[in-house]
């Protein structure tokens, strides 16, 4: 199945990978064309059973995505209409959290604001070692619309996402290493080989097991500990009943690599 590209979302599809480039330059801010665009990929990305893993990566060397378009901010003549903004990028970027498929961000250069936003919804993120992250929207005397403040807490702690978002500075790909924001931290020029290495070792595990496992973390995250485990002990119900489950407990105890099916 063909994936359409955009003006400014290509998407391109090799073993059963689909790397999603947001190409709009100079720094790939996020407009409204473009936040569309990647919920149509999305969509298409969903039921596509050739696709097993998806990365998002930033068009160009120096950007993963710098933000949203401030031009395009700047002209929301009312208050209802910066409302449905926040509303379709928050709506885009938890249709990536929920695509029930692994999602890499491929970070390859400043990733700030919406971009910072768009990369918390991925499930794992990879990042050059000189790229630099932050929700700097304060100093234009606004707040993360797309997730931010919620999504940021959750992954690097209350105290230093407060912080990050009270004073809009920026972090070095270190110390965003170091807070759990970014899974991995790899040369700048090796960002894409690095994120389509992992992306291949996702797709060989079945896609089944894959799924339910990124359902149960979604679902149990924010959950009493009795009910995430309620929510895990139906994801391996599931997952038992599957024809991929059976394949790799006999491929296990046989001293093979098992061949899922995915079904």
């Given at each position: ?14 073993e ?39 990365i ?14 401030i ?16 509303a ?14 692994p ?7 400043v990733c ?14 990879i ?12 100093n ?32 070095t790909?270190?110390?965003?290493h170091?807070?759990?924001?970014v ?24 896609a ?11 679902e ?26 059976r ?7 046989e ?9």
């Amino acid at each position: 199945m063909a994936v359409t590209s955009g003006q400014y979302v290509k998407v391109a599809v090799e073993e059963r990978v689909a790397t999603v480039t947001i190409d709009h330059p100079p720094v790939n801010a996020l407009n409204r064309q473009t936040l569309q665009e990647l919920d149509r990929a999305l969509e298409e990305l969903r039921p596509d059973a050739e696709v097993k893993v998806v990365i998002v990566t930033g068009g160009g060397s120096f950007a993963f995505i710098a933000g949203a378009d401030i031009k395009e901010v700047s002209q929301l003549g009312s208050a209802q209409a910066a409302h449905e903004l926040a509303a379709l990028g928050q709506a885009v970027f938890l249709k990536l959290q929920r695509l029930g498929k692994p999602v890499i961000a491929a970070i390859n250069g400043v990733c700030l604001g919406g971009g910072l936003e768009l990369a918390m919804a991925c499930h794992l993120r990879i990042s050059g070692d000189r790229a630099r992250f932050g929700q700097p929207e304060v100093n234009l005397g606004i707040i993360p619309g797309w997730g931010g403040t919620q999504r940021l807490p959750r992954l690097i702690g209350a105290a230093k996402a407060t912080e990050w978002i009270l004073t809009g500075e920026l972090a070095t790909a270190q110390e965003a290493h170091r807070l759990g924001l970014v899974n991995h931290l790899v040369p700048q020029d090796q960002v894409l080989k690095a994120a389509r290495d992992l992306a291949r070792k996702l797709a060989a595990k079945g896609a089944v097991a894959v799924a339910q496992s990124l359902r149960a973390i979604e679902e149990g995250l924010n959950r009493p500990l009795e009910e995430g485990l309620a929510k895990e002990a139906e994801a391996f119900r599931q997952v038992a009943a599957s024809e991929d489950s059976r394949e790799g407990v006999r491929a296990f105890l046989e001293k093979r690599q098992p061949q899922f099916n995915d079904r």
